[in-house]
């Protein structure tokens, strides 16, 4: 091991180029002597190739995500970036409006520093500087004055003016230019090539490096980030469109509402001074719904945590929706029979049959009635839908207020987004929090004081997606509760099947048992009767209940026959001088492995008696008296999964039976096996019994299947329905 | 960026930002696969295979650029398109194709042999599971030193690192082996 290892190592470096001159060529010689070794060499370059192949793949592949993310933004008309979280307050100190430049014959002279030097003093004068007082500055001034946003690196973008544009700077601020948004001195809109030039600090480092100040008038501002934005065409200077805008999202961790917008203007002692704030225009960009996560906040994490798929958008949405049948209301159900199976004493006491309450049930638990403490997934699905793109529910913004909106378990709060699609976000907000209390009320109220805008929505748009809505989450959770009745029924119908045949079979139990009684008696009445020497009275044969008891003699031994064949024990009579003994011998099976089987069975097969006697369990332990006039065959079966296991003894004698192993048993030969009984009637017993085993393990598992079913679904309740009392079992449905 | 510095880049390790430069080329591939009955999906595949060429080309072998980057793409490109129209039968546009008109078609021939004996080895890796694949490129690709790795992908030594590494790598020469003997 160890030398393989070094061996490995070895080759690790002569293939990376790690072997010092004269190590290489030993190195050389040993692969030219040794196959071994060069085959291994070979297959360890091969390896390392494939390692070098994968990364190049998932490097270029990542390169032309990049490509593609750039594409998008050129493209699209509106802004959609994912890690935008949109403008905190953003100063902008744009170059004179009124500026007119000298031509600029090559492009790195116009945006030469010394070029924006000079157009920010041509600025001054539409911010309240007289032009006396411009000419005023000296030579000096003017150079501090330059050093304000100088040392920012400047980004420069080329954009067709014909067409709409989203650049992506460096910080990540994010610009949409619509096309014509430039115009020249005589507001006539640019055609051709713009130059943007582009200068932004976005972090309280690079603010303070670059010498920008955030005060106004002397006070101080708190700033998320300043940019500086000039275009130009064939080295004029360009304004931008009043009609139009550039809109612009400067990406910030908090967000805050409050944030303005200020215009920088240079002041003479090189500072900026921010002035003219106006409030952020603050629409929202809707993004792809399809994208966003509108499900309660635990679920996708709990159903990972339970190793489930939560990539599988399907099952996460199948799952979650059919939950919508809770909501539906009880006066809209007719009633439904219900099936309540009695407990019975066959069944063993780990396997509890599932028990099916009536409808009134219902209504008790709170659910489904019209007050119900949770959001109807329907609804959720209702507003995840094609027909909300575009509007306030398709935006980060809404799917950030989802989980709160989850949280406060109330449907009306949800109804208050969908319904005013076209107010502001933060006006919707506002409306939650005043009918909420407590924490959740201040979560919205915070949201409110973000001041986040809305999505325009055209009315009569807005009137037939609130019908949708209602329409289509009220046939959702319809659609749900009748596919978790149908469910429902067809366990039902399962459940009363199965406990029709277990009625029956305990009930042929109850007859095998007399019929055996009623033999045994007879056999050893008979017996007795012969050792006494006297003729066995015929009444007793023909009817085991009611018979009468005639005479004094017989009355006695009848009694004691009768005794001794229901319990089984030995029976001593004497009348006479004469005896009568009939000997009850005791026999058991130990069968250590009982546990290793889903049921284990004992019989014993007569040959005086029609039909098979199945012992008593006792833990490991079968125990019966085995009467000494009959001679008995003992039958084992084991049930295992799909697997039939099987052990037979001829000729069972009075003791223990500690070494019996059953083994697996193909189904036909155990029908073989069987079909040598010669007793026609036990054979037809004893495969009547082994197929109702079989049946009644199918159920087992149809009932457990069921029951899990059942309680993960109680599970996915307690995780997307937080304030609903979940009763501890199936009693949601039933 | 000048083509001298993705070259540059490339020698130095640096070949994300390359590709990352080299993609402005893909547009005037895709023109051209799509023009020659392709779609969008094979563009990307067909680019991404020539940039792995280049890198492979400017790594291993003399490399010296003789005429522009994006006419050495764009021939390469062509070329693999080509190749993959013949695989799959579709004479009608492979015939579109002259490939002729470059004396590379040498340097082609071998360059595929390797792509195929590449693909086995790179697939026995994906099958040795996420965390092997992430050592062996961590260590091999990054040339990432044993202690960042163990400390990066929770291994409690640098030894411990290094063994993994090892059974790793072991796994993969052994599995190769197999496959090669079944002639795979």
């Excluded at chain 1, 090539?193 to 600090?201: D, P, V």
């Excluded at chain 1, 069968?591 to 290793?596: D, R």
């Excluded at chain 2, 990066?152 to 790598?169: D, I």
Aim: one cysteine or more; a positive charge.
């Amino acid at each position: 091991m160890s030398k393989i290892y070094e061996i490995t190592e070895k080759i690790d470096r002569y293939l990376s180029d790690k072997l010092s001159e004269t190590e290489k060529l030993q190195f050389e010689k040993m692969i030219s002597e040794d196959p071994g070794l060069q085959e291994s060499v070979e297959l360890q370059r091969e390896v390392m190739n494939g390692v070098e192949g994968l990364v190049l793949k998932q490097k270029v592949s990542k390169a032309y995500h990049r490509f593609k993310l750039t594409k998008v933004l050129i493209k699209a008309g509106l802004i959609s970036l994912g890690i935008i979280a949109v403008v905190l307050a953003v100063a902008i100190f744009r170059s004179s409006k009124h500026h007119t430049h000298s031509s600029h014959p090559h492009k790195e002279k116009v945006f030469d520093s010394k070029d924006i030097k000079t157009e920010e003093n041509h600025s001054l004068p539409i911010i309240e500087l007289s032009p006396q007082e411009v000419e005023k500055v000296d030579e000096n001034i003017k150079k501090d004055l330059s050093e304000a946003g100088q040392s920012l690196q400047l980004q420069l973008f080329t954009l067709n003016s014909e067409k709409d544009t989203v650049i992506q700077t460096n910080a990540g601020t994010v610009l949409s230019i619509p096309a014509s948004c430039f115009i020249n001195e005589n507001g006539k809109p640019i055609k051709g090539e713009i130059q943007l030039t582009f200068k932004e600090a976005m972090d309280a480092a690079s603010i303070m490096k670059s010498g920008l100040t955030s005060t106004t008038d002397g006070a101080l501002l708190e700033s998320a980030g300043m940019f500086f934005i000039s275009a130009r065409h064939n080295g004029q200077e360009l304004k931008i469109d009043s009609l139009k805008n550039i809109y612009a999202e400067v990406p910030t961790n908090n967000k805050r509402g409050d944030m303005q917008l200020f215009d920088g203007v240079h002041t003479n002692d090189g500072k900026i001074n921010w002035v003219k704030p106006k409030p952020l225009s603050n629409y929202l960009t809707p993004v792809d719904i399809h994208s966003l996560n509108f499900y309660p906040p635990a679920y996708l994490d709990s159903l990972a945590k339970w190793g489930y798929n939560v990539r599988d958008k399907k099952f996460t949405d199948s799952l979650y929706y059919s939950f919508a049948g809770l909501f539906v209301k009880v006066n809209n159900l007719e009633p439904k029979e219900e099936y309540v199976p009695e407990d019975t004493s066959v069944a063993r006491d780990n396997q509890e049959t599932p028990v099916y309450k009536n409808n009134q049930q219902r209504s008790k638990l709170g659910f489904v009635t019209n007050d119900v403490q949770a959001i109807n997934p329907g609804k959720i699905k209702a507003i995840w839908n094609d027909r909300f793109q575009k509007t306030l529910i398709a935006t980060r913004e809404f799917q950030e207020r989802i989980p709160f909106i989850h949280k406060t378990c109330d449907s009306k709060i949800l109804d208050l987004y969908v319904k005013n699609l076209n107010k502001p976000i933060s006006a919707i907000d506002l409306m939650a929090a005043q009918q909420l209390n407590g924490e959740l009320k201040k979560v919205f109220l915070d949201f409110a004081s973000r001041k986040e805008g809305k999505v325009n929505v055209r009315n009569s748009q807005m009137e037939k997606l609130r019908e949708f809505y209602s329409i289509q989450a009220k046939a959702v959770s319809e659609a749900a509760f009748k596919t978790e009745e149908a469910i429902r029924q067809e366990q039902n119908r399962l459940e009363r099947i199965a406990q029709k045949k277990k009625a029956t079979h305990v009930s042929e139990d109850k007859v095998r048992e007399i019929m055996n009684l009623q033999e045994e008696y007879d056999l050893n009445l008979t017996e007795a009767c012969r050792q006494l020497g006297i003729i066995k009275p015929v009444f007793a044969s023909t009817q085991v209940y009611g018979f009468s008891i005639r005479s004094n003699g017989w009355k006695n031994i009848d009694r004691l026959v009768w005794e001794a064949a229901v319990n089984r024990t030995t029976f001593k009579y004497s009348a006479g001088g004469k005896k009568a003994e009939i000997k009850y011998l005791p026999f058991s099976v130990k069968l250590n492995e009982y546990k290793q089987y889903d049921r284990i069975y004992v019989y014993l097969l007569a040959d005086k008696l029609n039909s098979f006697m199945r012992l008593q369990q006792d833990n490991d332990l079968f125990k019966e008296q085995l009467n000494e006039l009959m001679k008995y065959k003992m039958v084992c079966l084991g049930f295992k999964g799909d697997k039939l296991y099987f052990s037979e003894v001829e000729n069972v004698e009075s003791k223990v039976y500690e070494d019996i192993i059953l083994k697996e048993i193909d189904e036909k030969i155990l029908n073989q096996k069987l079909n040598s009984l010669k007793n026609l009637n036990q054979l037809e017993g004893i495969v009547k019994e082994v197929d109702y085993w079989k049946s009644e393990l199918q159920e087992e598992k149809r009932r457990k299947k069921e029951r899990d079913r059942r309680n993960f679904r109680v599970k996915v309740m307690r995780v997307i329905f937080p304030c609903a009392l979940i009763p501890s079992d199936e009693e949601v449905y039933d | 960026m000048s083509d001298e510095l993705i070259i540059e880049l490339i020698k130095t390790n640096k070949e994300d930002k390359a590709f990352r430069a080299l993609y402005k080329y893909f547009p005037m591939i895709r023109k051209m696969i799509i023009s020659k009955g392709g779609k969008l999906e094979d563009a990307e595949d067909v680019f991404q295979e020539a940039l792995i060429i280049l890198y492979k080309k400017v790594r291993y072998t003399e490399f010296r650029l003789t005429a522009k980057l994006s006419t050495y793409l764009y021939s390469v490109c062509r070329f693999l398109w080509k190749d993959a129209l013949i695989k799959n039968g579709r004479q009608d546009f492979s015939d579109m194709i002259d490939a002729n008109e470059d004396n590379e078609e040498s340097m082609w021939a071998e360059m595929k042999e390797q792509e195929s004996d590449l693909s086995t080895s790179e697939k026995i890796i994906n099958d040795l599971g996420g965390r092997c694949k992430e050592l062996l490129m961590l260590f091999y690709m990054e040339a990432m030193k044993l202690k960042d790795i163990a400390s990066k992908m929770g291994y409690s030594s640098e030894n411990t690192a290094k063994n993994q590494k090892y059974k790793c790598l072991e796994a993969a020469k052994k599995r190769l082996k197999e496959l090669k003997k079944v002639g795979i």
